[in-house]
């Protein structure tokens, strides 16, 4: 006598769980990738940034070239004046970069507005809910596989900052 009582609530719960479909699958989100790179080359009024840029990456480079001979100095002569150099010259680089970090992001925030109104306007206008840095995204690994000539918004950003 109990079973039909036990069995009818059983049968709707199965019957409600079939026909509700999941959340993550009720919307149709669409993923682009940007060069902001690129986009970033083609702005206007972006000589400046790209000029610190440019000194940021020789003076850093330069610095890590000097790293890079004074390491292998220390590890061969074991002395204690090496190691010294050494360490001095890896806080000199550390207290650089920060600098550094610090004038391009001073020189990038008059263009960062741009740009990502520019991008957050493309994406919208073509469908996309999600855009990607194409050089993060590649770097990180956090992306495995795209279909560029569908999911790449930058020449469409590019035309939109002119």
């Given at each position: 006598?109990?079973?039909?009582?036990?069995?009818?609530?059983?049968?709707?719960?199965?019957?409600?769980?079939?026909?509700?479909?999941?959340?993550?699958?009720?919307?149709?989100?669409?993923?682009?990738?940007?060069?902001?790179?690129?986009?970033?080359?083609?702005?206007?009024?972006?000589?400046?940034?790209?000029?610190?840029?440019?000194?940021?990456d020789?003076?850093?480079?330069?610095?890590?070239?000097?790293?890079?001979?004074?390491?292998?100095?220390?590890?061969?002569?074991?002395?204690?004046?090496?190691?010294?150099?050494?360490?001095?010259?890896?806080?000199?680089?550390?207290?650089?970069?920060?600098?550094?970090?610090?004038?391009?992001?001073?020189?990038?925030?008059p263009?960062?507005?741009?740009?990502?109104?520019?991008?957050?306007?493309?994406?919208?206008?073509?469908?996309?809910?999600v855009?990607?840095?194409?050089?993060?995204?590649?770097?990180?690994?956090?992306?495995?596989?795209?279909?560029d000539?569908?999911?790449?918004?930058?020449?469409?950003?590019?035309?939109?900052?002119?």
């Open positions: 006598m109990n079973r039909p009582l036990i069995v009818l609530p059983l049968a709707l719960l199965a019957f409600g769980l079939s026909t509700a479909q999941p959340h993550a699958q009720q919307a149709k989100s669409r993923v682009a990738f940007v060069n902001v790179q690129a986009a970033v080359k083609a702005m206007p009024g972006s000589a400046a940034y790209l000029q610190v840029v440019t000194k940021t020789a003076d850093l480079k330069k610095k890590q070239t000097n790293l890079q001979g004074l390491a292998t100095k220390a590890n061969a002569s074991k002395k204690a004046a090496d190691r010294q150099a050494l360490l001095t010259a890896q806080q000199a680089y550390t207290k650089a970069q920060a600098e550094y970090a610090r004038q391009v992001d001073s020189a990038f925030k263009l960062a507005g741009k740009l990502n109104t520019a991008i957050a306007r493309v994406a919208k206008a073509n469908g996309y809910s855009v990607f840095d194409q050089r993060v995204a590649a770097q990180t690994g956090l992306v495995v596989y795209a279909n000539s569908a999911t790449n918004l930058t020449n469409a950003v590019i035309k939109a900052l002119k």
